[in-house]
């Protein structure tokens, strides 16, 4: 009895799920955790195996640092989709998804779709090359994983401590404390909501479908694991055909009919193996490629397609790139007698890129909009992005000042950004980038427009660039640009609503700023003109 027990507990699928819950749990805490309990360095280490950002980190930085998807695909050379079955977070969540249900699910054999997976992943490939990363983040199964845990599990965790902290109080227990929440944008929570629901129904149905049709790694890893050394092979002496690893099979890659398995499709489960009583279907080393009698079709249709595809992929970069500028220079004009505090529109030429990604082209063409730096951002000034990029850069973040301001002593963000698109700096480095120049719309001040004292942003400027100066028996703000990071911290304490007083124009490619102590501080009166209407 006892040795029956430990060989069930001790199989390949019982390892598989002990790695994946214990990879998905640290993940996801890494995603919500406001404490700081996992530093930065564990959590580089947690996703060095993640394909995407390591393959995009190899390209920007390069190093040893990013070698990691070099690692995960000799682990599918030698044993298939391995990282699909315990490392992927999104695979892991749709496992889950599939379990959540009265009755096990009974799966059957479906035919590859390699029509539509190979020729997604070449669309996605292309784009991509051609700098737009937009439908690589948006099926790149880490970054989508991220996403889920940033914009819609987050929440929830702070809701659940915050409500913790409210009961523990009845009781005269201060173990946990009130941590604020800045809402992000509704419209990227119901993007990333929608792509959420969708992809578990979809896996509540019909299994790993996602992972071997639209998944851009799965379909990469695909063409490897066709020469896995180590693969699942039926036993047709033993097999006595009772479809029970069919049945299990969620990838739905086992045809009974002939007594195959399509390997390229198997995200490695195990599950075949324990279902079956006759011991017809092992894990062994197989060196003989797997045969795809499809294979002479797709690649037909990979050729025919090739001009077309390549032109759509110009033409939707050509798009985006067209759509990002008019994003950037669209804005309303001023108002025109309205002398209300706030109520002028301030025209911002350029969204603001954070510290460490040097330019704005540089951060779009690295960011995978994974939200880690969203979620670690200790102001909450890091927002997913709507229109500020255009639509082909939408989810990626940037830096709104209305939510929080960038902290004159951190660089979490680069600490802990997966790709290189946010590069970690020194902190004496970071406090002299100019990521952008304060700008003060006089319009809406309340001093000039209300006649009372106010000083809010020269209180709470680092690099003291904005100061109080004297003007008509009061004092005005004054922005001194050579000695301004555009850190934010003065947009954001500006009191006026709904447009700001002084607010930040982003730099396109990020500038050093002088030295505080090279600029002469000296008191002198404003020589701002009155109102100009």
């Not at 227990?173 to 419209?187: C, E, I, N, R």
Request: hydrophobic residues 40%; contains cysteine.
């Amino acid at each position: 009895m006892i040795p029956q027990v430990m060989q069930k507990l001790f199989t390949l699928r019982t390892l598989r799920r002990f790695i994946a819950l214990i990879f998905l749990l640290l993940f996801g805490f890494a995603f919500v955790d406001f404490s700081g309990t996992l530093s930065s360095d564990f959590i580089q280490g947690l996703l060095y195996l993640q394909f995407t950002p390591s393959v995009i980190k190899f390209i920007t930085v390069g190093g040893i640092a990013a070698s990691g998807f070099v690692i995960v695909t000799l682990l599918t050379f030698l044993f298939g989709r391995v990282y699909c079955s315990m490392l992927c977070p999104l695979g892991i969540i749709q496992d889950i998804a599939a379990r959540v249900r009265f009755k096990k699910p009974k799966y059957v054999y479906l035919k590859p779709w390699n029509l539509i997976r190979y020729i997604s992943l070449f669309i996605i490939v292309s784009l991509a090359l051609l700098g737009s990363l937009f439908l690589l983040y948006t099926f790149d199964p880490y970054s989508l994983a991220g996403r889920i845990f940033s914009d819609l599990i987050r929440p929830i965790y702070y809701g659940v401590n915050n409500l913790l902290v409210v009961i523990l109080g009845f009781f005269n227990s201060y173990a946990l404390h009130h941590v604020d929440f800045k809402g992000m944008p509704w419209q990227g929570v119901a993007i990333t909501g929608s792509f959420a629901a969708l992809l578990l129904f979809v896996a509540w149905r019909w299994g790993r479908i996602y992972c071997n049709s639209i998944c851009p790694v799965g379909s990469f890893l695909s063409i490897i694991s066709r020469y896995s050394l180590f693969r699942i092979v039926i036993d047709e002496k033993t097999c006595t055909a009772c479809n029970r690893c069919v049945r299990t099979c969620k990838a739905s890659c086992i045809d009974m009919e002939q007594k195959t398995i399509d390997f390229s499709r198997c995200v490695a489960c195990y599950n075949c193996i324990d279902s079956c009583n006759a011991k017809g279907i092992s894990y062994r080393f197989a060196l003989k490629p797997i045969k795809n009698s499809k294979a002479k079709d797709v690649d037909t249709a990979r050729r025919s397609s090739l001009a077309i595809l390549s032109g759509f992929a110009i033409g939707a970069l050509s798009l985006g790139r067209i759509n990002m500028l008019f994003a950037q220079n669209s804005g309303q004009g001023r108002g025109k007698g309205n002398r209300k505090a706030g109520a002028v529109f301030n025209e911002r030429n350029a969204p603001i890129t954070p510290p460490g990604s040097y330019n704005q082209m540089d951060f779009l063409n690295a960011c995978t909009a994974c939200h880690l730096c969203v979620s670690v951002c200790p102001t909450h000034v890091l927002q997913p992005s709507i229109s500020e990029f255009g639509f082909w850069g939408m989810l990626q973040p940037h830096m709104d000042f209305h939510s929080g301001f960038c902290n004159f002593e951190c660089t979490k963000c680069g600490e802990v950004c997966p790709t290189g698109a946010i590069r970690l700096l020194e902190l004496e480095t970071k406090k002299r980038v100019q990521i952008g120049k304060a700008k003060f719309h006089r319009a809406n001040c309340i001093v000039r427009v209300d006649r009372t004292e106010c000083g809010a942003c020269s209180e709470h400027c680092p690099t003291k660039a904005v100061k109080m100066v004297p003007w008509q028996g009061l004092f005005i703000p004054e922005v001194d640009e050579d000695i301004c990071i555009g850190c934010g911290a003065c947009e954001y304490a500006c009191p006026t609503e709904p447009y700001k007083a002084i607010y930040v124009n982003g730099n396109t490619d990020h500038l050093v700023a002088e030295l505080p102590e090279q600029i002469d501080d000296a008191p002198r009166e404003s020589n701002i003109d009155d109102f100009p209407f």
